[in-house]
T-cell receptor, first 114, second 117 residues
Framework: AQKVTQAQTEISVVEKEDVTLDCVYETRDTTYYLFWYKQPPSGELVFLIR??????QNEISGRYSWNFQKSTSSFNFTITASQVVDSAVYFCALSIYNFNKFYFGSGTKLNVKP | DADVTQTPRNRITKTGKRIMLECSQTKGHDRMYWYRQDPGLGLRLIYY???????NKGEISDGYSVSRQAQAKFSLSLESAIPNQTALYFC????????????????FGPGTRLTVL
């Protein structure tokens, strides 16, 4: 069975602080994809990143970085120098190769205060 | 223009009414999905379709039905709405064309906020 756990329900930080959102997944499949989505207060779901299970390279995109570790089944997301516009709910998701069903975590609400 | 559109964006209805939510996409993707989002529960899959002739139940299909009228259109119906179907509904699409390099990534519409009184 597949499962995604985001243990942090809500996090509050002050602007310019770094923050890491945790994501732990469970699957017995060897080929899978991991995703992060952002849901700002306006409600839409914005795709941020996709990683496949064979690529454990960390990725950086501006102030965003992702750390994928198969050994701990984790795919954590770090925002450096957070900004108020980063305030949103962030979802981690897992998809099994060729099956294309998503398993979403319950989300982490990030509050960035000025 | 948005690649995945949903109509209506907001709807208030009464218990027992039939409601249809529509989703259209211009991404050319073959796979389409309907999810509902409830506070604290993340997104849950209602139905999904891998092509026009294919309809599959998700984890919470009871009380819902779908129709895939064309590759670009996927509609969700609530035959007799009830208050616990009050939620935010999302349509999503994904591509299974490996050559396009974005296979399996799901792209979401803006959501439909449905309230059943």
């Amino acid at each position: 069975a597949q499962k995604v756990t985001q243990a942090q329900t809500e996090i509050s930080v002050v602007e310019k602080e770094d923050v890491t959102l945790d994501c732990v997944y469970e699957t017995r499949d060897t080929t899978y994809y991991l995703f992060w989505y952002k849901q700002p207060p306006s409600g839409e779901l914005v795709f941020l990143i996709r990683r496949n299970s064979f690529d454990e390279q960390n990725e950086i995109s501006g102030r965003y970085s992702w750390n994928f570790q198969k050994s701990t089944s984790s795919f954590n997301f770090t925002i450096t120098a957070s900004q108020v516009v980063d305030s949103a709910v962030y979802f981690c998701a897992l998809s099994i190769y060729n099956f294309n069903k998503f398993y979403f975590g319950s989300g982490t609400k990030l509050n960035v205060k000025p | 223009d948005a690649d995945v559109t949903q109509t209506p964006r907001n709807r208030i209805t009464k218990t027992g009414k039939r409601i249809m939510l529509e989703c259209s996409q211009t991404k050319g993707h073959d796979r389409m999905y309907w999810y509902r989002q409830d506070p604290g529960l993340g997104l849950r899959l209602i139905y999904y379709s891998f092509d026009v002739k294919d309809i599959n139940k998700g984890e919470i299909s009871d009380g819902y039905s779908v129709s895939r009228q064309a590759q670009a259109k996927f509609s969700l119906s609530l035959e007799s709405a009830i208050p616990n179907q009050t939620a935010l509904y999302f349509c999503a699409t994904s591509d299974h064309n490996f050559n396009r390099g974005e296979t399996d990534t799901q792209y979401f519409g803006p959501g439909t906020r449905l309230t059943v009184l």
